[in-house]
T-cell receptor, first 113, second 111 residues
Framework: DTAVSQTPKYLVTQMGNDKSIKCEQNLGHDTMYWYKQDSKKFLKIMFSYNNKELIINETVPNRFSPKSPDKAHLNLHINSLELGDSAVYFC????????????FGPGTRLTVT | AQSVTQLDSQVPVFEEAPVELRCNYSSSVSVYLFWYVQYPNQGLQLLLKYLSGSTLVKGINGFEAEFNKSQTSFHLRKPSVHISDTAEYFCAVSNDYKLSFGAGTTVTVRA
């Protein structure tokens, strides 16, 4: 009965590779988000989708491309991975765009070597 | 623009002692305020939120926070902590559909 799930939990890859992280929510929410947490635990929003429509893109490099095939899924694809992309990536969801309680997934720890 | 400052990066505390985590925010408009907790190797979980109404907000696990508009603060308190409260705590502010987080406060509870 997991509310927000992410796969994989851990991802180790080399510079230059392309990788994807998947996120699914079974809460029936309309809005989904991607956050990046750096090594100092600072959290910053990357993207927000509402009903499959991109709402927020926080000046993230275009190597990062979110894709929302339906309301319950928001995947993150990263091209040409760089060392600085190493971080924990969190997916989250909220009931509507203007509701403020967000539910977070367990995170995906990405390590680029 | 809005921002959040968590005044303590690390707070060590003994079991059953009280704890207060300080959070100040800046915003040009009305805000909504949140505290989230992140247990080791887990995602974030909402502890409590202030949207409107009473300035004293009660959350889960015995936590409470007080919204002080004049001091632009939203400090989190718990009268008696447990070992299981060891975690990272994040204050967040929103006046739109976006949350801005503080840098986090690491709480370590010792026996």
């Amino acid at each position: 009965d997991t509310a927000v799930s992410q796969t994989p939990k851990y991802l180790v890859t080399q510079m230059g590779n392309d990788k994807s992280i998947k996120c699914e929510q079974n809460l029936g929410h309309d809005t989904m988000y991607w956050y990046k947490q750096d090594s100092k635990k600072f959290l910053k929003i990357m993207f927000s989708y509402n009903n499959k429509e991109l709402i927020i893109n926080e000046t993230v490099p275009n190597r990062f491309s979110p894709k929302s095939p339906d309301k319950a899924h928001l995947n993150l694809h990263i091209n040409s991975l760089e060392l600085g992309d190493s971080a924990v990536y969190f997916c989250a969801s909220s009931q509507e765009l203007f509701t403020y309680e967000q539910y977070f997934g367990p995170g995906t720890r990405l390590t680029v070597t | 623009a809005q921002s959040v400052t968590q005044l303590d990066s690390q707070v060590p505390v003994f079991e059953e002692a009280p704890v207060e985590l300080r959070c100040n925010y800046s915003s040009s408009v009305s805000v909504y305020l949140f505290w989230y907790v992140q247990y080791p190797n887990q995602g974030l979980q909402l502890l409590l939120k202030y949207l409107s109404g009473s300035t004293l907000v009660k959350g889960i696990n015995g936590f409470e926070a007080e919204f002080n508009k004049s001091q632009t603060s939203f400090h989190l308190r718990k009268p008696s902590v447990h070992i299981s409260d060891t975690a990272e705590y994040f204050c967040a502010v929103s006046n739109d559909y976006k949350l801005s987080f503080g840098a986090g406060t690491t709480v370590t509870v010792r026996a």
